[in-house]
């Protein structure tokens, strides 16, 4: 068999999530470059319509791991043995996991216990002439950024959301289908998910969100969000980020924080509205494409990092701003 | 309820990081500080010990200069702290870190270990993964509450999906995540009485012997980041403001 790399594809709702994707997109350059074979890796049942979603990001060959049992019931060891055995028996050159909370947990298990590496939240893989694949992580909250490499096999990695070009689907490819079966020793559970409470939020999530309308300390209280809010359903429901002045404040939770201690993001746009711009705040979203900074003090540091810098009062400024998008998507239809 | 508790000693988050001639990361004159989660995982074990009884054991991997944090978390109540010194042992990876951290701690007996969610240095936030891996333990990330029932632990932390309660039968390993609780401040008394417990300290070297020290991911080279090219500032009233931006998001940047 080809050396193949390993793109795990990590499902949420019945879909294929979007790192996922952008995984395959750049996993099926390094195979191109690198003569090896793309496989997109599923731990459950096979279904056609991820073979064929697989196979249009750029799979060759779509391997679906199962047991005997109910996956609805698995947990994190579970998945881990099932993905381990394979790579074991398998011996694929490098695989490649979505920097999710899933997936970072289910890489440091797997590397751990095949006693290799992981290159975690890597924000850029290239083909290497000594090591096949060398990795580049940002360390410090992205003050500095480290190239990784490794002897071992298989090379492992998780990429950070929205940091790998998304490719064209083309679905007129398509994938071979392989199905394997692990046995899995039958042992009591130690671990037992009892509830979920859904997030409430319709906007995306913020790692994986195109467009972020963050807000600071400038917003005053609570009640002022609303015209985050505004402008973000004008763009279509994006996600609502902001820093950790808001969230100590208990304007919002932490889930919305974005920051050193709080999630890091690189969206296409990133419309910071009343952030000073800490250096925390900044190693969470100056890898962001495009940087929109509204502030009153015409000293604040986020103008510094911006690409569009408005000086003034965000509260004259964002609702206008919004009127603004709605004239032109007006126009647009 | 015997505790272990890793923690590590990382830059202060307000220190410019820069390389020096033989392309390393500065750590001269650097202040240095308790990881901040792990200021959450300490803090979480001291109040479990305070309610449940039990030892709190801090054990770090680092350079001697650890001892100093080591210090400050038996003057925040732990009972004893262990240094494991790997100056003389450069590039451990996660993987490898781990498994000396596993040798080290296979040595004390325990009902729980917490570490913080992740090293504010390194971003690697795997080591309660793979501690959890080392002793085929169940393990939770990132958590924000914990209770305990008896010999199982009811915790709750944030997914992907939403935020989750799980019921995990102890041991376990758990990360914290802000917002598990509030830290506490040292107390005269507390640094006084960390002054005569005990500090032990290994050589990695030690608790490494027959590791093959070699694998995992190595450290090729660091670069710094690009600095982002100077912005435009916009001038003019509000309205000529947003106009102008709306104008340069959709024809130069082309995001909307």
Redesign the interface.
Known sequence: MANRIWVYVEQ?KGKIRKVSLELLSKGRQLARANDCELEAVVLGPETAELTATAAAYGAERVLFITDERDFANY???EY?TLLAQLLQTDKPEALLLGD???G??L???T???L???????CIAIETDPDSFL???????????????????RPLMATARPNSFLLAEPDFTRTASVRKEKVNLAIEAP??????????ASKRP?LTEAD?IVAGGRGMGNADNLHVLEDLADT?GGVAIGASRAVVDSGWRD??YQVG???KTVSP??YIACGISGS??HLAGM?SS????AINRDPNATI???????????LF??VP??T???Q??FKADN | MDIIVCLKQTFDTETVIWLNEKGEINDKDVKLIINPYDEFALEEALRVKEKLGGEVTVVSLGGVRTQEALRAALALGADKAMLINCENLTELDEMMAAKILARAINALPFDMIFTGRMAIDSGGAQMAMRLAEEFDLPAVSGITKIELEGRTAVVQHETDEGLETVEVLLPAVFSAQKGLNEPRYPVMAGILKAKKKPLDIIAAEELAAGLPLQSGMKVRGYVAPESRLPGRVLNGSAAEMTAELVRLLREEAKVV
């Open positions: 949420y947990t994190i060891r881990t999710t909370a899933r970072r947990d890489a440091a298990r590397s751990q216990r006693g290799v590496g992981l290159a975690a939240d060398k990795f580049k992580r940002p360390i410090y909250g992205g003050r500095l950024f480290a190239w990784l490499e490794s002897a071992n130690r671990e037992v998910v009892k509830f979920v409470s859904k997030r999530e467009i763009l932490m889930e050193q201690t709080g296409a746009l250096i925390q100056n494409k495009v940087i929109v103008l510094d990092v911006a690409d569009y810098a408005l000086v003034g009062d004259d400024i206008k701003l009127a603004e998008f004239k032109l």
